[in-house]
Structure formats: structure tokens, C-alpha cells
């Protein structure tokens, strides 16, 4: 008797294992799209002319795949626009000749995966934050993300358990079963006295403490999200954004060397000798709290030494100890000449919408994962750029049709000494 309960709780058991494996394997054999490599590639190729929320050079793109009848034609007009175009959909004609017949960049090497990922962002991004919302701001830190990694996870870990349970239960029968028989079955060990669990465990362990700490190491020394309290509050939002002063203005160096440059106070003070107060709107620090501006720029006039009363300097003026944000190691380099003359880059392709930043924080972590895939993505404007007018053969392969691009990794982008020391 004991025996046939034995043999039907293990088919039972068998049938347990079936139905979770069944459960556990359509959830991990579908791949959701991922929010967060959407951004990367948003921030990295779209964002220099789109915004998700508002018109930038392009359309808002919130709500875009509604837009479009068919998600492939979608797809096509991301890696061709010219081509959708040339095939005559009315959708897309009227919006090419909406903004005055300027064609979009084509994103050739572009995946299926890596548009819905850049899909899957425009769908979570949440709209920006009034100035001030305390609550907001906490609330919405993790909000972008919809990856499915922790529930994935935790149904993993019950049915592990519920698996341990059935195995202890089925060990436990068997011995009933035995004993009923006159069978002699050793007494069963409990599982946390069980050497192949123990082992089993200590494996886990090892190998979930090594991939945490390799992830630890491999973060060391990086800044994402890193915004220091500067020494005068400048919002860039203002000045770049509202005032719509040109990025070179200030960091002149970005355009003609290594470094972009810290401005110097002279720089500042071309406009604010006559500019001595602020009349734009409100401004709030990320923790909220108010900011006066026309004392801001006193500041300003405090460290330069000048005098707005008497319209001069008056005393001596001593440097502004601004923070930098944005380093790399000392065995990398990276020229910004290279990447604003010759690469033809935006400034929000590293730096993210600086445009709409009023304390400015390190937007990408600076990787050398993060480097390596702009590379690997990002179209250099090879025709009529005379920095590339070596590569030759890159030129025949364009004008005989062989390649329609030439991407960053093609011209040694992707090559050790182009980087490193």
C-alpha cells in the first residue's frame, strides 16, 4: 500500500517539476524589451533631435507607435526614412515634408532588438518633474524600468523551494513505505544536514558573492548620476536652453582641443557686467529647495571683484573652485576636437540633455562598455568630411554600393590604441 503511495506521489513529483519547468521556461525564453539599453541608445542617437515629451529639430515622440500603422514599416523608417518614404506611405510624406523635407539619419545597423528596446523607453519615460515636487522626485527614481529580472528571480526561488519540499517529502514515503514492507531504509537526513545540499548552497553562494563582487569592481571609480554642490549655482538650463547660448561659447576647447575647458570668470563676465540680476523663471535645487538668482550672480561679482554699483573692478578677483564631474582614468584617452570637428557629435550624446539641466550631473557612466557600443552604433559623416579622406577604400565600397555607412567601428574605432595609452 505504502509503496503504491510512494510510486504515485513520485509520479506526482515528476508532474510538479514538468509544470514549473513549463511555468519558468516561456517566461525565460521571451526576452522583454529592455528600458534601460533603450535609453543608452536614446540619449546616444536620438536625443540630439528628439525629445520624448516635446519638439525638438524632430517630433515629440511620446506615443509614436501609435502613429504608424505597422510597427515594421516603424522599424523601417528608423534604420531608412528615404526608403519608406520613396515606397510613397502617406504618413510618412507628410511628416518628411512637415519639417521641410529634412531627411532623418538612417540608423542601418540598428537591430529589431535595439528599436524596441528604444520603443520600450519612449513608453516608460515619465514626463519631467515640476520644479519643487519633493515627492516626485523621491518617488520616480525607479520608475523608468519595467524589467521583469526580480520577478523572474523570486519565481525562481519558489520553486526551488517547493522543490526541495517535494524531494524531502518523497525521501520521507519512501521510508514509511520501507519500514511498512520490512524493507530496512536508513533514516533520511534532513536537508540542511545534507551534504550534496549544503555543497549546492555553498556553490550558489559563490557564485551569486563573485558575480556582485566582480559588478562592485568593475563600478569602481565610475560617477554616474554624480552632481556636486557647486560653488555658484548654474543652471545650464537657463543659459543653454532658454538663452540658447552655444555650448562652444563657453567650452571653446570642445571644438579646438583635448579638453573642453572650464570657462574662465571673464567669459561670464562678457555678459553679466551688464546683466546683474535674474528675471527667468523660478529656480530650484534637486533637493528642492529655492534658489535666488541675482544673489547667484553676486556671487559671481564677488569673486571676480567687481563692483555693480561702480561699474568696475575693485579688488582682486580670486578663481572659482567649480567641481569637476565628468573624469576618466589616466590610461584613457579622449579628445573632444575629434569627436565635435571630425565625429560631427552633439554635446547631449555624452552629456545628456544638458539643455534642460539646471545642476548638471554625469548622465552616462563613461565606460568603456558604454564607449565600445557608441562606437559600434554611431554613423560617422564620412562624405565631404576631409578627416576621413584616407580611408579610400571605405569611399570606393559607399560609391559602389557595397556599405551605405560607415560606422565608427569601421575606421578603428573600436581598436586598443585609439583609447588607451
Not at 519595467?146 to 517529502?169: E, R, Y
Not at 555658484?232 to 540658447?244: M, T
Not at 562598455?369 to 576631409?386: L, M, P, Y
Amino acid at each position: 500500500m505504502y509503496r503504491r503511495v510512494s510510486i504515485l506521489l513520485r509520479k506526482h513529483f515528476v508532474s510538479v517539476l514538468i509544470l514549473c519547468a513549463s511555468i519558468v521556461i516561456p517566461f525565460s525564453s521571451v526576452k522583454a524589451a529592455d528600458p534601460n539599453a533603450g535609453k543608452a541608445l536614446f540619449q546616444q542617437n536620438c536625443a540630439s533631435c528628439h525629445n520624448v515629451f516635446k519638439k525638438v529639430t524632430g517630433p515629440a515622440l511620446e506615443g509614436v507607435e501609435g502613429r504608424w500603422a505597422d510597427k515594421k514599416l516603424l522599424h523601417q523608417w528608423i534604420r531608412n526614412s528615404a526608403s519608406v518614404i520613396a515606397s510613397g506611405d502617406k504618413y510618412a510624406n507628410d511628416l518628411f515634408n512637415s519639417y521641410g523635407k529634412q531627411a532623418m539619419p538612417a540608423f542601418a545597423s540598428f537591430s529589431d532588438a535595439d528599436i524596441d528596446n528604444i520603443l520600450e523607453y519612449i513608453k516608460t519615460a515619465k514626463p519631467p518633474k515640476k520644479p519643487g515636487d519633493a515627492n516626485e522626485q523621491t518617488s520616480g527614481a525607479g520608475g523608468e524600468s519595467s524589467d521583469n529580472s526580480l520577478l523572474f528571480g523570486i519565481i525562481t526561488l519558489i520553486l526551488a523551494v517547493v522543490a526541495l519540499i517535494l524531494m524531502q517529502i518523497n525521501s520521507n514515503l519512501n521510508k514509511l513505505a520501507g519500514d511498512k514492507e520490512g524493507v530496512a531504509t536508513p533514516e533520511p537526513v534532513p536537508f540542511y544536514k545534507n551534504k550534496a545540499y549544503i555543497a549546492l548552497g555553498i556553490l550558489v553562494l559563490f557564485m551569486v558573492g563573485g558575480y556582485f563582487t566582480i559588478q562592485g569592481a568593475i563600478g569602481l571609480g565610475r560617477q554616474k548620476d554624480y552632481m556636486p554642490e557647486q560653488p555658484i549655482f548654474y543652471s545650464h538650463k537657463v543659459h543653454a536652453g532658454i538663452n540658447q547660448i552655444n555650448c562652444l561659447y563657453c567650452h571653446a576647447g570642445a571644438e579646438k582641443s583635448k579638453h573642453a575647458m572650464i570657462p574662465s570668470e571673464n567669459i561670464c563676465m562678457n555678459c553679466h557686467k551688464s546683466i546683474n540680476s535674474y528675471s527667468g523663471p523660478e529656480l530650484f535645487t534637486a533637493e528642492g529647495k529655492k534658489v535666488d538668482g541675482t544673489a547667484e550672480i553676486h556671487k559671481l561679482y564677488d569673486y571676480v571683484g567687481w563692483d555693480a554699483e561702480a561699474g568696475k573692478y575693485t579688488k582682486p578677483g580670486r578663481p572659482i573652485e567649480w567641481t569637476k564631474i565628468h573624469n576618466l582614468p589616466d590610461h584613457v584617452y579622449f579628445n573632444h576636437s575629434q569627436h565635435v570637428v571630425a565625429g560631427k557629435q552633439q554635446c547631449q550624446t555624452c552629456h545628456g540633455a544638458i539643455t534642460e539641466m539646471d545642476e548638471v550631473h554625469q548622465f552616462a557612466d563613461l565606460s568603456m562598455g558604454w564607449c565600445i557600443n557608441c562606437h559600434r552604433t554611431t554613423k560617422v559623416q564620412f562624405a565631404d568630411n576631409s578627416y576621413y579622406s584616407i580611408f579610400e577604400k571605405l569611399h570606393q565600397d559607399v560609391k559602389d554600393g557595397k556599405i551605405d555607412s560607415v560606422t565608427v567601428e569601421m575606421v578603428g574605432g573600436t581598436d586598443c590604441q585609439k583609447c588607451h595609452y
